[in-house]
């Protein structure tokens, strides 16, 4: 196989008890009833396993707002694949971690939303955060690999120290810092969001005198606010490279903003085989080598390096998928994210009320 | 690492795992990622059993790999734990 998938992220509902400003969900989320079974799910592991994947993400909206987790884990190791749980830690008591280990569950990373508890609770539109200091002390009370994360934003990077302080006391290996990705709910709320250049160049400092402190400690992973790079993120690590994403109804995307792009078609797992989607189906080729490039990526020398950065900023950002991505700043429509951040960093301009869109649940 | 470690037994962290099955027997599979182990690496990790001292570990390599220069194997093993400790793959009890 010229490209050889390594990780699978099944998003096994849409449904979640948060309603984050920043969800990057798609605005049309599906219902509990367009969900496929755990049999579909326990087939496509399988399928997955075969063609050499390694590592599933079980993810949603809340994965634990299924019923059936557990048998997903343990549908995930026999099909020999690692199983990480990406949750809020809504649903989780003690009985139910423990079987969630026993059936093999390899790494849980649990999120938060701010280190203080008012914060915290307003981002996500409910009241979690006391429950998940609970759960955090559960997990780490037992040995399983252990990432916290937190997406940070305008309204909470004046609190990273805070944020890395207390995962250095929560007993995680991994501390996830991921700044708000603008999709879906987020792409939405994106004004509100955004950091100032002053906040980012702040943490960048924090996050390096931290990485530097507690080495052998707490790793840190930072993930960079899309629009401040100078060149765009190798999104997917390419169009169909490495990653699938498997959405709650079993439809199969190369990243999870990609249903939204107009032209693209794509199938059904277990209806169609997972390996005939990867290989074969349009979709996963439409911009998977670089004949679809545009100048300037097309002779460009970091096209092999970032692939043209994330179709779906294209598309959100200048209508057209296969236009270069904005961030870039050769990008004929770099000008778009120019004028985002004067105005994002302009100070009397900046938007100061929480005038928001709450991400709403479906049924 | 400090000369004390020798005493001390290695074993890998929660979450990593030795890759099984059809193509993953040169994999150290760790939370959403993998890490390839070369030639003799798998082995060495496999002895990385948290029992075992790493000073005994040194003395069953030693024993295995007779031909080979024992203090080419301290050396070597020392800095492949060395960096799978500091990838936080591994842990020493």
New interface residues.
Partial sequence: MKYQP??LIAEVTHRCPLHCVYCSNPLEMQRRSEEISTEDWNCIFRQAGEM?V??L?LTGGEPLARTDVTELVRAGRSA?L?V?LITSGVGLDAARLNALIDAGL??I?LSFQDAEEGPANEFAGTRAYALKLRVAAMIRER?????INIVVHRHNLARLEEMIAFAEQSGA??LEIANVQYYGWAFRNREALLPTRQQLDRSIAIVEAARERL??RL?IDFVHPDYYPKYPKPCMNGWGHQQMLIDPSGRVLPCHAAPMMPGLEFFHAPAHSLRWIWEDSPAFNRFRDESWMPEPCRSCERRTRDFGGCRCQAFLLTGDAAATDPVCSFAPAHTVIEETLVRINTKDEVPTGRSWVYRIDPH | MSEGVKDRAPRL?????L???E??ED?L??????LRLKGPARAIVELCDGERTLCEILEELTRRYPSDDATRIETEVIALLGRL??R?ALEFV
Avoid at chain 1, 143 to 147: E, S
Avoid at chain 2, 13 to 17: L, W
């Fill in positions: 390594q990780g050499g390694l590592q993400s020999n690692y990480n390899d790494h990373q040995r399983i690999a252990f990432t290996q991994r080495k052998g790793r | 962290a929660p979450g990593c795992r890759g099984i099955g193509g993953q994999l599979l760790i939370p959403e990622g993998a400790r500091d936080g």
